[in-house]
């Protein structure tokens, strides 16, 4: 089994900072793919960042220059950088992991974590 767990949400004002951690635990030996997700309210659920296990990430233009993502493979975590935060930022944010091999396992998972809030006030 694979679970996550999302910390380090909160709420700040505009040009606030805040960095997410998520954290996989389980009989894990790789995980290809993690990235972050967001979902406010009466909107679509996307894409925030991304990064693979090969060093390549990606970031959504909307967050571009103010968010960096980041891996710590030999914890299987990922974390979120965010600075010069906006309102338009605030919403639940949740983190996932695509292509996790688990030992004595064959067949590849993916999961997510609960999501934790993040409230940016004008």
């Known amino acids: 089994q694979v679970q996550l767990v999302e910390s380090g949400g909160g709420s700040v004002q505009a040009g606030g900072s805040l960095r997410l951690s998520c954290v996989a635990s389980?009989?894990?030996?790789?995980?290809?793919?993690m990235a972050w997700y967001r979902q406010a309210p009466g909107r679509q659920r996307e894409e925030v960042a991304s990064?693979?296990?090969?060093?390549?990430?990606y970031v959504a233009a909307a967050v571009k220059g103010r968010f960096t993502i980041s891996r710590d493979n030999a914890k299987n975590a990922v974390y979120l950088q965010m600075n010069n935060l906006k309102p338009d930022d605030s919403a639940v944010y949740y983190c996932?992991?695509?292509?996790?091999?688990?030992?004595?396992?064959?067949?590849?998972?993916?999961?997510w974590g609960q999501g934790t809030q993040v409230t940016v006030a004008p």
């Open positions: 996932r992991a695509q292509g996790v091999g688990l030992r004595n396992s064959m067949a590849p998972r993916d999961a």
């Open positions: 990064a693979a296990n090969d060093g390549e990430t």
């Open positions: 389980g009989r894990i030996r790789t995980i290809v793919h």
